[in-house]
């Protein structure tokens, strides 16, 4: 948890855990990238893989509400600040964390 203080107000935000997980062999062979990479409205995931959930997670750890397209692997990022994220994708296999730029 991350708690944030302005002015005599304190906040904490949610946590949430990240779980490294390795990928079974098989898709090993198969590279998942992001793309562009840096960003600055949306990225695709280049994968054969069948995209089961995406998760973009803050340098604190804060998990963020934004807005993808699992069927064309699209993230949206307009909205979001200038920064380092960590985007969690789930696929058959398993689950695999890449680190996007958005600018």
Known sequence: ?????????ADTSE???IEMVSLEKESLNTP???VPNPTNSK???QTDLDVLNIRVV???GRLLDID?????????FENVPK???????????????????VN
């Not at 993808?68 to 949206?76: A, D, G, P, Q």
């Not at 994220?85 to 996007?100: N, Q, S, V």
């Open 32 to 34: 998942i990238l992001l």
């Open 58 to 60: 803050d340098l604190s």
């Open 15 to 17: 946590c949430i855990t």
């Open 83 to 101: 920064g380092n994220y960590f985007i969690e994708i789930k696929t058959e296999y398993g689950t695999t964390i890449k680190k996007l730029i």
């Open 43 to 45: 990225t695709i995931v």
């Open 68 to 76: 993808y397209n699992l069927s064309e692997k699209i993230i949206y």
């Open 1 to 9: 948890a991350v708690i944030v203080s302005n002015q005599g107000c």
